[in-house]
């Protein structure tokens, strides 16, 4: 009777926290360049003192959908996304280099270009930082553009070149922060194969539907797992009573 339980016990479980990935998925499907996580349930094999007859329920998250989402127009010049394959280098708040596909960028009281979310866009040479403009426009290839304060519209200068890198996906994986980083720690060499487009910004690759289908399939599962429980319990009151009988 305690190994039901126990494999009922372990899957309810499992279900609740599979939910939680598919929620926090459906919770960011309007979040610019998100990419939702994949989850999957596995039986393990519960070892220790004497035969490994009982199995427990897993839940996992292999790794993360790299399918980039669609673009859509904004029509600023500091929104961007990248076309095709690679991504835009950004310093994470731990110092670390991380990457995006897509970012709202502002510039801040000194002039350092950072995302939405205040982490500074990477150069070539480290944070970008642009002197006083009136004007700023990015190229396909990353280089950043700007007519100076008091410049006549006539007078562009280059000023600077965003760092795009090219990783492979095997290479990447999500952080706690939402962040894409290199499995094995390091930074990338720009590649300037990368283009990139502004005034769009790439929408989430997470599907509402298949969420929310899986988050009912889920739901119904562990309805079954507590049933089974009240089962294992009921067949345990049962077999007490024919105990005291005999």
């Known amino acids: 009777m305690d190994r039901m339980l126990y494999v009922a016990m372990t899957g309810a ?3 609740t926290l599979a939910q939680r990935a ?3 998925n459906l919770a960011n499907v309007n979040t610019s360049g998100f990419r939702r996580d994949f989850e999957q349930a596995r039986a393990m094999q519960v070892f220790g003192p004497g035969y490994p007859s009982r199995v427990m329920s897993m839940s996992e998250r292999p790794g993360t959908d790299l399918q980039p989402g669609s673009l859509q127009e904004t029509g600023r010049d500091l929104d961007i996304a990248i ?3 690679g991504w835009v280098a ?3 708040p731990d110092g670390s280099e991380a990457y995006v596909r897509t970012a709202s960028m502002i510039i801040d009281a000194v002039g350092m270009l950072r995302t939405g979310d205040g982490l500074p866009v990477m150069g070539n040479a480290g944070p970008v930082a642009l002197p006083p403009e009136q004007k700023v426009e990015i190229g396909l290839d990353g280089t950043i553009s700007i007519r100076g304060a008091g410049e006549a519209p006539s007078v562009v200068s280059e000023v600077e070149r965003i760092k795009l890198v090219m990783p492979e996906d095997d290479q990447l994986e999500k952080g706690p922060d939402g962040l894409m980083r290199l499995k094995e720690g390091g930074e990338l060499l720009a590649d300037g194969a990368v283009r990139m487009t502004s005034g ?3 929408s989430s690759n997470v599907n509402a539907v298949e969420e929310m289908t899986s988050i009912l399939s ?4 562990f309805e079954l797992n507590v049933k089974m429980m009240r089962t294992a319990e009921d067949n345990a009151r049962s077999m007490e009573r024919v105990l005291q009988i005999s």
Not at 218 to 221: A, D, I
Request: proline content about 0%.
């Open 218 to 221: 889920l739901s119904r599962q």
């Open 13 to 15: 479980q499992q279900n």
């Open 83 to 85: 076309s095709g394959k």
């Open 22 to 24: 598919h929620a926090n």
């Open 200 to 202: 769009f910004l790439e």
């Open 90 to 92: 950004v310093q994470a």
